[in-house]
């Protein structure tokens, strides 16, 4: 049994990652039930694919925050990072593919004065 985080953004995944027949349960659902959209189940089994491993473990995950994609993405950074556990070796066909490195960009807060980050108000002359 491997145990890793994923992050991206707000999002935390917590995988369990076990040698299996390729089953995936996020939040005590059904990879298909949490996910209907299936370019979801691609960002989730890229790091798998990378590395030819995509019948050959369970994985149980939990995750909390943010929306779903960045959810998703979260997955795919805990799963790559449960790989490298399992076997060192595969860490440079993962960081190859960008899998290892965690995505840190997350939304810049709103400043005063202005209409978000960065957005100004409306000039008027008169």
């Known amino acids: 049994m491997y145990r890793a985080t994923g992050r991206r953004k707000t999002a935390v995944a917590q995988v369990i990652m076990d040698i299996g027949d390729g089953k995936i349960v996020i939040n005590e659902k059904p990879l298909n039930e949490y996910y209907q959209n299936t370019s979801f189940h691609r960002t989730?089994?890229?790091?798998?694919a990378v590395v030819d491993k995509l019948r050959s473990y369970?994985?149980?995950?939990?995750?909390t925050g943010s929306g779903i994609s960045s959810q998703a993405q979260a997955i795919r950074h805990g799963i790559a990072r449960a790989l490298v556990k399992v076997d060192g070796d595969l860490k440079p066909k993962l960081r190859e593919h960008g899998?290892?490195?965690r995505d840190d960009r997350k939304k810049e807060?709103?400043?005063a004065g202005l209409r978000g980050a960065r957005k100004d108000r409306q000039?008027?002359?008169r």
């Open 44 to 48: 989730i089994f890229e790091p798998l």
């Open 99 to 101: 899998l290892i490195t």
């Open 123 to 125: 000039y008027r002359k």
């Open 109 to 111: 807060r709103a400043k």
């Open 58 to 63: 369970d994985i149980n995950v939990k995750v």
